[in-house]
């Protein structure tokens, strides 16, 4: 007899990076091994379409409204799994009740989260993103689940010390390598894209390097390629900004030559899984990123990728790959073969499970 499990999480199934890039792409693994999901989110498509936007504070609103209503009606659907799945959070804003009353339904509680939700978050933002992203039920449910996992290295101590049975384990974000596939090689006379890809939340981060693009421009003739949620405007430097779409996510990354992934060297980014590196790692090109965080366990420096501490080393280093063809082949083949052997989805898709038949053994 199949086993059952339900996913509540914030956003809808196929939109969000961190769900989709996460446990969303496992489902067919899960299914395969004899589990039925049902999945609930949070929010629902029109909410989706403008939480990340500015104004629409009454479709924010009237959203929430309907986000709440969605989970009471789960609450009487929890005891009818063999295991909950929650990511994130089970409600994003005001007290832990709803976390409360879904682990005292559930048979067995799995919680998964990343970023550093579980801390106070610094970053400037909006009121209403800032009201999401509160801590205190992501310490709650790392505290009573029955397994946490994790993107971060960083964060398997506290959380392995806080959850009563003491598990937690670190689960690194990861790629269908079948669908990142690898770039064509381009003509060499054609302009170098530096590209980054991110949305409206991790703008802060691209903002660092706002100088080093204008001086980079002063030396050499690149395009940078923004994608994202936003508008982005940099005088000085030869800009192209495109909207982010499911459809042409990879044909979009493929247009890169060289991914940036800078990082503000804060508790913050401690929580991050380096996702934005892999996905340039897995088409074959070479990733530039912030010596910090879970980046130098996913890039070896100079190997498969490049680490930098200064912004003399982020201009000196991207003027070397766009001037270097011979550079950004070789550590562009190297990276494809890291992400396929250690961050690929059928590299790690036996730890779900684990997990899985583990939690569910323990309570039969």
């Known amino acids: 007899m199949n086993k059952r499990i339900l996913i509540l999480c914030p956003f809808p199934e196929g939109e969000a990076a961190g769900q989709r890039l996460k446990y969303e792409q496992y489902f067919s693994s899960w299914k395969n091994d004899g589990y039925n999901i049902d999945i609930s989110s949070f929010s629902d498509q ?79 933002t909006s009121l209403f993103l800032k009201i999401l992203k509160s801590n205190k039920k992501s310490n709650y449910l790392i505290e009573n689940s029955d397994h946490v996992i994790i993107s971060s290295p960083f964060h398997a101590e506290y959380c392995s010390n806080l959850n009563y049975r003491n598990k937690c384990t670190y689960i690194p974000c990861s790629l269908n390598t079948r669908r990142f596939t690898v770039k064509e090689k381009k003509d060499p006379k054609e302009r170098i894209v530096i590209g980054w890809t991110g949305t409206f939340s991790s703008k802060v981060y691209l903002d660092t390097l706002r100088e080093v693009f204008i001086e980079l ?33 990879i044909a979009d ?34 990733t530039v990123a912030t010596n910090y965080g879970t980046n130098p366990q996913v890039i070896d420096n100079n190997e498969n990728g490049i680490l930098v501490d200064s912004s003399k080393e982020w201009l000196e280093k991207l003027e070397y790959l766009i001037l270097n063809l011979d550079a950004r082949e070789r550590i562009g083949i190297k990276a494809r073969k890291k992400i396929v052997n250690y961050y690929s989805v059928k590299s790690l898709e036996h730890l779900y499970l684990e997990i899985f038949r583990e939690s569910t053994k323990e309570h039969v």
């Open 46 to 124: 029109s909410l989706w379409k403008v939480l990340y936007k500015e104004r629409n504070l009454g479709k924010k609103i009237f959203g929430a409204i309907k986000g709440y209503l969605r989970r009471v009606k789960d609450l009487f659907m929890v005891s009818n799994y063999d295991i909950v799945y929650i990511f994130m959070w089970v409600t994003p804003y005001g007290s832990t009740f709803f976390e409360r009353a879904v682990r005292s339904l559930s048979k067995v509680l799995v919680y998964d989260f990343d970023d550093s939700i579980h801390i106070e978050q610094n970053k400037k």
């Open 217 to 249: 421009s002063k030396r050499c003739d690149y395009v940078l390629k923004v994608i994202g949620n936003f508008d982005y405007e940099l005088n000085g430097v030869n800009l192209e900004v495109i909207e982010w779409k499911k459809k042409t996510e």
């Open 253 to 286: 990354l493929h247009t890169f030559d060289i991914g940036v992934y800078p990082l503000i060297k804060d508790q913050w980014a401690l929580g991050k899984g380096a996702l934005k590196a892999m996905q340039y790692m897995a088409i074959g090109i070479p």
